[in-house]
T-cell receptor
Framework: AQSVTQLGSHVSVSEGALVLLRCNYS??????LFWYVQYPNQGLQLLLK??????LVKGINGFEAEFKKSETSFHLTKPSAHMSDAAEYFCAVSPLKGTYKYIFGTGTRLKVLA | EPEVTQTPSHQVTQMGQEVILRCVPI?????FYWYRQILGQKVEFLVSFYNNEISEKSEIFDDQFSVERPDGSNFTLKIRSTKLEDSAMYFC????????????FGPGTRLTVT
């Protein structure tokens, strides 16, 4: 069965430091991959997605992620954290085979320290 | 920018009562979804809906659950007889078509069953 693993339920970084949020998936066929962000009391907002083509994808707010098929990973990065990046981040996959549902990871809560 | 809306933002109900959670998807979207997130757990797929019928449902979506698109704008999730374990955040999502696999999420309804 498809699964998504996000290592680290809580990550703290200093303002201006690199943000790295990890996501690994299990799938025999590379799925479509997504990162969503959830700010307090808000819905899930799409940060970026990988479907086909270039494996390094850029999203909103300076985030990017790289699809690595050999590592079955889709880690999210941002060179310099900002206080406004504090939120919960979810990695999700769409398995593709006859289904459009998303399978989500457990989420990573990012804290940015002043 | 168009967005998915959900009402109410918070619903408190007693065990055994029926609840209806409402969603207004983005107007030109064709595919509709419900997900739920129990506190501290991952976001889980419940059901997808297309062309006025369920296209896929999870094991969670048993006979206590039903969905409906009663008019051209609303998409509802009904829980017939709520249980304590139904307490969760319920997210509605919509998608314009299948080939983008991008789903737009609403802000969620927090359901508390007492």
């Amino acid at each position: 069965a498809q699964s998504v693993t996000q290592l680290g339920s809580h990550v703290s970084v200093s303002e201006g430091a690199l943000v790295l949020l990890r996501c690994n998936y299990s799938s025999s066929v590379p799925p479509y991959l997504f990162w969503y962000v959830q700010y307090p009391n808000q819905g899930l907002q799409l940060l970026l997605k990988y479907t086909t083509g270039a494996t390094l994808v850029k999203g909103i707010n300076g985030f990017e992620a790289e699809f690595k098929k050999s590592e079955t990973s889709f880690h999210l990065t941002k060179p310099s954290a900002h206080m406004s990046d504090a939120a919960e981040y979810f990695c999700a996959v769409s398995p593709l085979k006859g289904t459009y549902k998303y399978i989500f990871g457990t989420g990573t809560r990012l804290k940015v320290l002043a | 920018e168009p967005e998915v809306t959900q009402t109410p933002s918070h619903q408190v109900t007693q065990m055994g009562q029926e609840v209806i959670l409402r969603c207004v998807p983005i107007s030109n979207h064709l595919y509709f979804y419900w997900y739920r997130q129990i506190l501290g757990q991952k976001v889980e797929f419940l059901v997808s809906f297309y062309n006025n019928e369920i296209s896929e449902k999870s094991e969670i979506f048993d006979d206590q659950f039903s969905v409906e698109r009663p008019d051209g704008s609303n998409f509802t999730l009904k829980i017939r007889s709520t249980k304590l374990e139904d307490s969760a955040m319920y997210f509605c999502a919509s998608s314009p078509r299948t080939n983008t696999y991008e789903q737009y999420f609403g802000p969620g309804t927090r359901l508390t069953v007492t």
